[in-house]
């Protein structure tokens, strides 16, 4: 199960808030999975990373791709 793993920074006003992301590929019926959103967030979070990787060029392999955004409570 390859999972990957990475940082980055919530902007918060003027606060920065670091966000661990995980991402992990099986070998599952096709589909991509968010997790760590709010509800209304994560509809459109979702929306938003398959549409960079369709203008970037990134194909997504045919496999279940699962993402967890962590801290989940930030806004």
């Known amino acids: 199960m390859p999972v990957g793993r990475t940082q980055a920074i919530a902007l ?3 606060q ?3 966000v661990e992301i ?3 590929y099986s070998s599952q019926l096709p589909k ?3 997790i760590g959103l709010p ?3 994560l509809g459109e979070a979702r929306d938003r990373v398959l549409a960079a990787a369709a203008n970037s060029g990134c194909e997504l392999p045919s496999r279940r791709l699962t993402v ?3 801290p989940a409570a930030l806004p």
Request: no cysteine.
């Open 16 to 18: 920065g808030a670091v």
């Open 68 to 70: 967890n955004l962590s």
């Open 39 to 41: 509800d209304a967030a």
């Open 12 to 14: 918060l006003g003027l």
């Open 32 to 34: 991509f999975i968010l």
């Open 22 to 24: 995980e991402a992990d």
